[in-house]
C-alpha cells in the first residue's frame, strides 16, 4: 500500500503534487486544522462587567477580540424558578488550546456564582483574520539565560 501511494504521487506533475497537500500546509500555515479556533460566549449583569472581561482576555493575549452586545434580555430555570433578566453578551474569539486559561480568568473576574461559558468551533473563517487571531493570541516565550 505505501508503495503505490508513493507510485501516485510520483507520478503527479508538480501542479497536482502542490494541489494535493494545499489543505495540510494551509492548515498548519492558518491554523485552522482540528478547529483550533473558538469562539467563547458568556453574558454579564453590567456593561461595565463585559467590557472588564473583554479588556483583560484582549490584554492577556488570551482572546484576540470580543464584541459585546447588548442589552439581551435572558429567561433561565435559576434554583427551581423561572427568571428574566437583561444581560450583557460577550463573543470571544481565542485558539482552543487557550480555553482553560481564558475561562478561569473570566471565572475570577464574573459576579455570577454560575457564569455561562461555552464554546463553538470556528469550524472555516478567512485566511486573513485566521491568522490575525492566530498572531494576537499568541504568548512570546521569552527567556533569559543566566
Known amino acids: 500500500m ?6 501516485a504521487y510520483a507520478a503527479m506533475t508538480r501542479d497536482e503534487a502542490q494541489r494535493s497537500i494545499q489543505p495540510f ?4 500555515t492558518y491554523g485552522n486544522f482540528m478547529n483550533s479556533y473558538i469562539q467563547v460566549t458568556t453574558t454579564t449583569e453590567t456593561r461595565e462587567e463585559a467590557q472588564k472581561i473583554a479588556r483583560c482576555l484582549v490584554e492577556q493575549k488570551l482572546a484576540a477580540c470580543a464584541q459585546i452586545a447588548g442589552p439581551i434580555t435572558s429567561t433561565y430555570r435559576w434554583k427551581g424558578k423561572v427568571e428574566t433578566a437583561e444581560e450583557w453578551l460577550c463573543l470571544i474569539k481565542t485558539q482552543e488550546s ?7 480568568t473570566i471565572i475570577g473576574l464574573h459576579s455570577y456564582e454560575t457564569p455561562e461559558i461555552i464554546a463553538v468551533p470556528i469550524i472555516k473563517g ?10 494576537e493570541t499568541e504568548k512570546l516565550d521569552l527567556k533569559v539565560e543566566a
Open 25 to 28: 500546509y494551509e492548515a498548519v
Open 126 to 135: 478567512s485566511r486573513e483574520y485566521l491568522s490575525w487571531l492566530k498572531n
Open 98 to 104: 487557550l480555553y482553560s486559561e481564558l475561562e478561569k
Open 2 to 7: 505505501r508503495n503505490e501511494a508513493y507510485l
